[in-house]
């Protein structure tokens, strides 16, 4: 009896030793690692696919623009203008180019800089700042009126890179790559090794 127990002792120590117990021990911590962001990758992905459902449900729209048009400015939007609000917001950041095109709707004057655009209204005087994630909209005296996240990007790009923003790259997306296939890789093994094992004893 007690030899009984010393040799399976021993198999069990074999197998932890083994091929398939450091297979155990790397798909145990990968999975650890790798579960949270399968999570994330599956919800990301699910909004991607079903946006318009999903975001209608989550994020209803709520604000308007329908009374925009009763605003009439004392005097004509003019270039100059779009360039002092293109001035006074992002300071730092130099301007590029200021274009005029239609948003929303309405003509508008747009003032691009790196980190974003700001957009003047020409028949309202109404503007917006608009960065890659959210989009604020003022009234003509500055008052903020209502501010928009764009969830699709949040997640599209939480879902490529792994974080917002793509100054650091992908390198987060990439090692959680890496490791669902390691994670894969060593679960295939734990499953398939032991039956292939039996069935040369079989055989």
Request: net charge positive.
């Amino acid at each position: 009896m007690t030899e009984a127990i010393i040799g399976i002792m021993r198999m069990k120590e074999k197998t932890k030793s083994g091929f398939l117990g450091k297979c155990r021990i790397l798909h145990g911590w990968l999975g650890i690692f790798v579960i949270p962001w399968v999570i994330l990758i599956g919800t990301t992905g699910l909004y991607l696919n079903h946006g318009k459902v999903i975001g209608k449900t989550l994020f209803p729209e709520e604000f308007s623009e329908k009374d925009f048009g009763q605003h009439q400015p004392p005097a004509p939007i003019t270039r100059d203008q779009a360039r002092l609000l293109g001035e006074s917001v992002w300071p730092a950041d130099p301007i590029k180019k200021i274009s005029e095109e239609t948003y929303h709707g309405r003509r508008s004057f747009m003032i691009h800089k790196n980190s974003g655009t700001a957009i003047l209204s020409i028949p309202t005087g109404h503007y917006y700042l608009k960065t890659r994630y959210k989009r604020r909209t003022y009234s003509p005296d500055g008052q903020l009126l209502n501010t928009k996240t764009y969830w699709g990007r949040v997640l599209k790009d939480i879902h490529r890179s792994g974080w917002l923003g793509g100054s650091l790259g992908t390198w987060i997306a990439d090692a959680v790559s890496l490791a669902m296939v390691v994670f894969g890789i060593t679960g295939a093994m734990m499953w398939s090794v032991p039956r292939f094992k039996r069935l040369r004893r079989r055989g």
